[in-house]
Every structure is written in structure tokens, then in C-alpha cells.
């Protein structure tokens, strides 16, 4: 992949700052952040608790307004983006796949699935429904309701929900966290394969070594600032990486 | 999106249950006071329709109010000669003519001696005719027997000859307002009444002589003329006829402008009996609005972040709001169904209540107007959605980044902004409600309104209010039940907007019978006070619904050894050029002696030239002593000149003019009395004078015999009994106030859920935590308690001060009652609690804990 040849990012955060609280309580979570995410992509941001990872992600996926700074997805701006903007900008451009999975209790699988759509009004295609599903594997447990499902599975029901919209982009947060290992290879395997084979695009916040060697690059972060890039990482690079992150 | 809707809905069932049950119960008796009217409206046109002929030919001032209501032979009836009714029926475009002599004032006594009907619908006295009425069958047929063909006959309606015990060829016994006080004669039949159902009335049916007898002094003439068209002839045409041959004074109307003059009259008095039932919905609306309010808001905190993962995947706040919304549009639609069924339920309640009070409606069904339902279901829903939009309003404030988040705070509206709009609202509150007491207005809508105002500004200062009466309750709780009464304080207080809310909907409810109690308790002292002082006579004799009874009753009483002189008086509609002024009439000298009116100027009449007025009416007609006016004794009597001598202060016994019986003599009023006050004698026992004058008159059904103490509790009863009837129906407002304290801790304990495993898991026992939840439920009670109570002196003794001046001078507030109030508030408090504490304390531990 050359340079001259890059593709507009999916994403991308310019000098991004965002502070809690004020004066001396004052908490600098992003503290100048320059990111760029490639489309096609899988991406991992990485980092320490308290680096800022989380912030970053609300702040790129339009759920949290930064201090100072830009964040564009899309090629769209959102600092100039008014509320309703944001939130058609959140309906058919962004995914969402949640740590706690989200899922509505009292909708079934396939109803959950589906909520993006008719939240919009839209008409689901039903060919890259099937192609989801199946990609996800939950043929089956379409009428079940969340409590009838293993944590895996409402994972990937959760997962099939930010793929089913087409967005530009899915932002997962901490996928795995909830899950036990072989559940989470599951997801990953998951996301992983939609990045592959549906070109999807997707930024994944975790602190997992493993769930981070599933993807493309990995962004490390430290104290509200990218400290460090990894391509093509494997579970052991990562693991390698945050050591020397942790003891620096 | 519909679909989240739609299975929130489904899940939660039970919490909307509740808060629909608010709805049911208000659109209930919406729905019930509309349908309890129309069925009496029903009713009443099919007596119209039944009784009325092609055209009536009678008295052109004759007042439809004569007909129907209870002032009977109070003016002269004006009489169509019997020659006429030959002339009317010669017409050709008549087919036939019959005269009619109606009256009110003769009653039946039922076979067990006691009076049939009393207070309740009249007794109607008429000459039998088979004259058909403007649907062409006789208004009157013969369900068993015969007519009544001579004196010493009569016939009644089958309906009051069941009641009174009478079978045909019985000797009924009737009483009489006429010179006669006693009759007696055979029932030779039984009648049916065209229009089906007589809502209570009782007729008597006697020959055409007998009728003249009793009601016109035995002249051959008749007070109306019923006159059936020849077939082909319309109603107006026949009107112009019959209207060429009458005497001045005289018109022919026609069936539909008589049935449409009777209608209207009914519909005045339907009007006020649904206004008042309405109120009383209206009421159980309001405090069911607080009970959604909290409902919704309660349920949208604990939806937060599903509502707020419904932002993050991109819908938006409209759309939020908009699925809240639509939740409370199929509660408020499920509430006003469920709410117009009970509605028939309350209307055939009504219908039993008002048959014992002799308004019998058996026999029309329940009348259901698409009126109702409309009204039922746009009140029903309307109320649930504009109480929903502010939980909804909040619920579209959830930030879509609470997703991610384990606590979530809903954004509240400051307490300032509350406290304005609260301020605002009480300073609006009290304008209206002095504009309106100052009898600007619309009276009644602008003090309601100004009520309202001042019960939401409250409701809406309640959080600050709530604070100094939690503070107390929680110093007593430590005290009392030690750390369980902290935690049960605690609770309360945790969310003072949420028990405020809850403990709003009490408040209403108890400050409006706050205010009744302080008016009733009012009312009645000051009715004590005046009546004690007012009291004419040592005894008096009159009639319980204001009928007049033969004069022969004063002259017996007079006979009783011990009564020292009796004043006889009666009442006459007066007339002062175009205004009216009811008058008394009797013999002066005794009126004087016995009754002693209190003179503020002048003196008392001594001639029948002269005339005493009270105060108010001289005020209201613009009359002082000294002045002379042209007086007549009943509307179309020839008036003659009087002079006003003194004026009195009005009591109870005693308004209007004082004029000398004399006046009434030629005038052709039958003599009668409207009420008897007797003077007992130097050292007579007034106990045993009342016994013995009860003797003389116990053959009179009509007369009751009372001394000043009976006087006063009779005075006071009736106000006891309306009281007691408000009370029945804001005791609706009671019951949707319990179901939003039940619904409030139900919600709270599943909240709590983590907490409530917590406390178990360090010791609390089953029975503590049950203790706990029923404390923090009698905090809310007590709250709304003191919050009611609180308004409830502040209308109660606003609204007496306005009132002060037409007779309620006294302030009476009854402590012991209010103190009663605060007690049931705390029985109403551990009865709420009871469903939401046994569910907090099976709650498994560890479970609780693990919970999220």
C-alpha cells in the first residue's frame, strides 16, 4: 500500500482535546489526538485504563462532543453538526457494538437486529440480511429473545445490528470484555471476516492482547495522546508493546 | 421503532395497569355522569311525548315550571270555561277536545299509613280522559278495573298502587292541601301511563267533578284543553283554529313547542346534576394525572439506557418522545375502554341511589350518546398523553453516550425554574380565586380554576415544601424505630421530586375535603347559631318539601291545652310591578305575638294596607319605609297599593314581605298554611307540648311538628347529608391517591433491587425490610397529609370569609375531624404498603445482588 495511492480515511480526528470537570479538578482524558482510520480497515486503539481510549471512541463516533480539535467521519465534520444531524449521521453512517451487548430485552434477535432500520423507516435488504446472519451464524436463534441466549450469542446478535445499516464505520467497545474466550475468538473471528470479506470498516477499543491480534493496525495510547502504531500485529507483538507502555 | 413501543408496552403491563387505572377511574365517571342524564333525559321525553296532545290550549303565562315543579296553588289557576271545550271540538279541523283539571296537593297515604313518594318526584292529580296524545294512542289506559266515573272513586298509575299496598277495591286514603285535609275513596282501577316509565311520579286519576271539586272550588271549568287534530290536520294549522276562539289570556300551543318547553326546563336541571357529577371527574383526573406523571417518569428513568441506546443507534429525541407518547396513547385508550364499561356500572349506581331518594328510572335502559364516547376516549387519552409528555420530554434528554455507562441520571428540570413557575402559578391562583369569590364571572368555573392553580402550584413546590414535614417525621422515625426509620426517611427523601409527586395526588384529594369539612362544619354553626336565635314560636308545624296544608291544622293545634296562641302563615308568589316578592301572609296580630319579626326601622303592619319587607329584599327592590307600592298577591291577581312600614331582619323562618291575610280574601288562593308557629304557655313543658301537638296532627302525613332543637338537627342534617355525598365521590380521588403511593414503592423497590439484596445480605430481616418500605409509605401519607390539610384550611377559610356576609358569619374549623384525616392518611399509607413491602422482602439475596 503506497502512499500516494491512500484512500480517503473512514475517519479521521485532527488535534482532538477533550477535558472533564474544570480548574483544578480539571481531567485531560484526549490531550491533542491525531488519528486517521483507514476504510477497509480493522483497527485496534489500545492503551492503559485512564489513556483515553474510551473518550476517543465517543468523541469519533459522534456520542460525546470534544473540547477542541475535529473529528470527521465520512468526510463529514462533527463539531459543525447540529443534534439531528449527528444523530442521522449515527443511524446510516455508524455501528455500534457494545462491551454490556445493549440489547433490547424485550425485542427478539432478529427484531434487534433490525431496530436500525426501523428506527430510520427503512426497508431491509433482505439478501445482506441473510448475508449477515449467516455470517454471524444466528440462522437459528432469530425468535429468541436476549435472555434466552448465551453472552456469545448476544454479541453477535449485537454485531450483526451494527453490520445490518451498511455503515461507513463500527465502533466496538471492548466486544470481548464480557465474554469468556471461546466466545470471543467467536466475535472476533466474526468481525474479522466481515472486514475481509465484506469490506467492512472498524475501530475496536480493548485492552486485550489477543482480541487486538485480529487486527489490522493497532493505535496505542497513553495519557490522552497516540504513543505508538503497530501494523499487522499478533497477540505477542501487543502483548510485547503494553509491557514496555506500562513500565515506560 | 413501533415495535420497541409496543413490547415495552407488553412488558410492563402491570406498572400501566396501574397508572391506566387512574384513567378508568376518572373517564368512569365522565362516562357515568353523561349516561345517568341521558337515561333521565330518556326518560323524561318519553313522559313528554306520552303526555303531550296535538295542542294544549291553556293560560298564555301559565309557566311550564307549574308542571313540574312543587309550587303548587300557590297562584289562581286561570280557568277555561266548559262551554269552550263544545266550541273547540265543533271546529272542523278538530277531531276532538277535552278539558283537563290538574293539580298538585293531594297526596296517597299507603296502606302501612306512612306517605307514598314524600320529598322525592310529585303527585300528579288529573280527570280521567281517553284523550290521545300526539302520537295518536290515549296518554291514560286502563291496566285493570275502571276509570273513575263519581265521587269517592279514583284510580292511580299500577306502579305507585304496588308500592302503596292498594289493590283494586281497596279505600285509599288521600290527603289534601285543600279545605278538605282528608279523603277517602275506592280504588276502582289502575292506570298505565303512555309513555312508559313515570321516573317516580305518582298520578291519581279522579272524575272530572271530583277534580273541579278539589283543584277550582267545583266551577264547571277546566285549567287546560287538550285538542286532537282531524286526521290530515298539521299541529301549527290546528294551533291558528283553536287560537281564533280563545279568550285573551289564552293560547293554543302547539305538541312540540309544549314538549320542547318542558325538555328545556329538564335539561336546566340535567345541566347542573352533570355539571356537578362532572366536577367530581374532573377531580379524579387531576390527581390521576399525578400518578401518570410519576408512573411515566418512573418508568423512563428505569428505560434510560435502553432509551439511550435507541439514541446511540440513531433515533432521534422525536422519535424518543414520540414512542413514550404512544405507550401512554394505548394506556389512555385501554383506560377509557375499560373506563366507559364502568361508566354503565356508576350510572346504574346513580340510578339505584336516586330510586331511593323516589326519582325511580327502572324502567328506561341506560342511554349510551356516541357523545359520550367521544368525550370519554379524547378526555381519556388526552389526560394520559399530556401528563406523559413531560416524562417523555426528559426521556428524549437521555445523552446517547449513557449507552456505555452503568449510572445513568436523567436530566431534571431545575428547582428554580419549579419554583417560579410555581410562584407564578399560586399568584395566579389567588387572583382567580379572588375574582371569582368577588363574584366576577363565571363563579364557580373561576374559583375551581383558582383551586386547581393553587393545588399544582403546590404540587410543584412540593420538593422544598416536602422538606420541613420529612425533617420531622425523620427525627421521629430515628427515634421511634431506630436505623430501619433512618433508611425508611432516607428513602423518602432520596427522590423529593418523586415523593412529592406521589404525595401530590394525596394532597388534592385531602384538601378538598378539608375545605368541605371547614365549610360543612361552618355552615352548620352558623345555622346553629342563627336558627337558635331565630327560632319563631316555641313549635312549628310545616312540611318537609314546602307543601301547604289545610288551615284546619291550625285550628286544631289551638285546641291543645298549653299552646297559647299559634300564627298560621302562608306563602304567595307575589309580584311587585315586574318583580317578584314572596310574601307571608297571616293574621298580623298573631304574627306579632308569636313569630316576632326583629325590626330594624319602622314597625310592624298593622292593616291590610300595610306591608313589611326584610332588609334584603327592600335593598334588592329598591324599597325603604315610607315607600308605597303596587302589590299583587299572585302574578295575574289585580294588584293593589300597600305601604311599607318596616323592614326586619331576614332569618330562616321569616323572608320576604309580611302582609296581612286579608289581602288574599276574593283573590280566589285557596286558604292554606305554609307553616304553623305556636307559643306555649307560661311553664308548659315544650317536650310534652310537642308530644301532644304530634297527637293532634299525626292523621296528617304531610306536617311534621319540630322545637327548636329538632329544627336545628333537621337544618343540620341536610347539610351533614350533601357533605357525606361530596365525601363519597372525592373519595374516588382517595382511592387513585393510594394507587399512586402503591405504584410509587412498587417501582421504587424494584429499583432498589441490588439495595434491598444489600440490606438482607448484612443483616436486615424480612420483617424490618417490610417495616422499612411501610414507613417510607407513611411518610408519603403523612406528607400529602400535611400538604392537604395545609391547603385545605387556606381555601376552607378564604371560601368562609367570602361567604361570611349571606350567612356563614361563623369560621368553625373541626380540629378533631382533621385530626382524623391525618390518622386515616396513616392507615391509607401502611394499606399502600402492603403489596410493595411483601414484594421487597421475598426478593432472593443473592440474586438482589447480583442483579444489575
Redesign the interface.
Known sequence: MSQTAEPTPAASVRDLVRTYGTADAEVRALDGVDLDVRAGEFTAVMGPSGSGK?TLM?CM????APTSGTVTVGGQELGRMR??EL??????R?G?V??AF?L????TAR?NIL??L????RRPDDAWFETVIAAVGLADRLGHRPNEMSGGQQQRVACA?ALVSRPDIVFA?EPTGNLDSASGAEVLGFLRRSVDELGQTIVMVTHDPVAAGYTDRVVFLADGRVVDELRSPTAASVADRMTALQTR | MRTVTWRTLLARKVRLLLSGLAIVLGVAFVAGSFIFTDTIQRSFDGIVDGSVPDVTVRAASDPVERRGGPVPLAGVPQTLDAPLVEQIAALPQVERADGTVDGFGLFVVRADGRLLGGAGAPTLTFNFSDAPNALGEPSISVAEGREPRTGGEVALDVRSAEQAGYAVGDTVTLLSTGPVPQIEATLVGTVQFAGGGLAGVTLVVVDTATAQDLFLGGEPVFTSISVTGAPGVGQAELARAVGTLLPSGFEAATGDDVAAEIQGVIGTALDFLTTFLLVFGAIALVVGTFLIVNTFSILVAQRSRELALLRALGASRGQVTRSVLAEAFVVGLLGSTVGLLLGFALAAGLRLLFASFGLDLDSTPLVLRPRTAVVAYTVGVLVTMVAAYAPARRASRVPPVAAMRDEVALPETSVRRRTVVAVALALLGSGLLAWGLGGAGNAVLTVGLGVLAVLLAVALAAPVLARPVLAITGRVYARVFGAVGVLAWQNARRQPRRTAATASALMIGLSLVTTMSIIGSSVNASIERTVRADFPGDLVISNAVGIPFSTSVADDVAQVPGVERVAALQAVSGRVGEDGLPALAGDLDDIEAVVAPDYVEGRAPRTVREVALDTDEAEELGLEVGSTVDFAAAEGLESVEVDVVGLYEPSQALQGGIVSRDLLDGSGIPAQDSFVAVRAGEGVDVRALDRAVERVVADVPTVTVQDREEFTEGQRERIDQLLLLIYALLGLALVIAILGIVNTLALSVVERTREVGLLRAIGLSRRQLRQMVRLESVAIALLGAALGIGTGLGFGTVLQRSVADQGVEVLSIPWARLGLYVLAAVVVGVLAAVLPARRAARLDVLRAIGSA
Open positions: 474510551s465517543h463516533a459522534a456520542l460525546d443534534d439531528k444523530t442521522v449521521l449515527r443511524r446510516d455508524i455500534f457494545f462491551q445493549n433490547v430485552p424485550t425485542l427484531e431496530l436500525p426501523s428506527i430510520a423507516g445490528r467497545d
